[in-house]
């Protein structure tokens, strides 16, 4: 079965940390570029990192220096470590799988941080 099951979602004081994961199951997970995306209450859903096959990443400006997305193809797990959280970044992350046309998404996980 084709699926990705997020996890680590909670609450974090802001300031703090949190770690999510991705467990990708019924693909290739090597061949995918993978990201995580986010939705607040009231938006659009907006990405947050991505990674591409070979490892190369990218980061939403407001995350830069602040989130780190990384990949283990031998545990076909993406994570996204998330430091100096900030009260505005409550909301469902979710992660997507992409090859070529071809798209996955998980169905999320909540992450709510306090003030």
């Known amino acids: 079965q084709v699926q990705l099951v997020e996890s680590g979602g909670g609450l974090v004081q802001a300031g703090g940390s949190l770690r999510l994961s991705c467990l990708a199951s019924g693909i290739i997970f090597r061949l995918y570029a993978m990201g995580w995306y986010r939705q607040a209450p009231g938006k659009q859903r907006e990405l947050v990192a991505t990674i591409t096959s070979d490892g190369s990443t990218k980061y939403a400006d407001s995350v830069k220096g602040r989130f780190t997305i990384s990949r283990d193809n031998a545990k076909n797990t993406v994570s996204l470590q998330m430091s100096s959280a900030k009260p505005e970044e409550t909301a469902v992350y979710c992660c997507?799988?992409?090859?070529?046309?071809?798209?996955?998404w998980g169905q999320g996980t909540q992450d709510t941080v306090s003030s």
């Open positions: 997507r799988a992409t090859i070529l046309s071809h798209e996955i």
